[in-house]
Nanobody
Framework: QVQLVESGGGLVQPGGSLRLSCAASGNIFDIYAMGWYRQAPGKQRELVADITSGGSTNYADSVKGRFTISRDNAKKSVYLQMNSPKPEDTAVYYC??????????????WGTGTLVTVSS
């Protein structure tokens, strides 16, 4: 059984900063891409940023230059540093990871989500 547990969400003022964390645990053989998605009320879930096991990153245009994704492979964790957030960044943020539990089994896992509210 694999679990992704997010932490760090909450209320942040526009222009402030917030750091999200996500740790994977369970029967893990290897972790490939990890990332963050978000879903605002009435909208579809969208990619915020992802990172490969080698450290290559990819960002949504709307967060480039403001958010930074990083990971610690030893801790099986991924982080999202949110700087200068805007009210439109308000959403539930979900951690994602592509995880192998054996040589033959590899699938996508999701956290339960953490709410980020950007408001003054």
């Amino acid at each position: 059984q694999v679990q992704l547990v997010e932490s760090g969400g909450g209320l942040v003022q526009p222009g402030g900063s917030l750091r999200l964390s996500c740790a994977a645990s369970g029967n893990i053989f290897d972790i490939y891409a990890m990332g963050w998605y978000r879903q605002a009320p009435g909208k579809q879930r969208e990619l915020v940023a992802d990172i490969t096991s080698g450290g290559s990153t990819n960002y949504a245009d709307s967060v480039k230059g403001r958010f930074t994704i990083s990971r610690d492979n030893a801790k099986k964790s991924v982080y999202l540093q949110m700087n200068s957030p805007k009210p439109e960044d308000t959403a539930v943020y979900y951690c994602h990871a592509n995880i192998a539990t054996s040589w033959f089994r590899r699938m996508d896992y999701w956290g339960t989500g953490t709410l980020v509210t950007v408001s003054s």
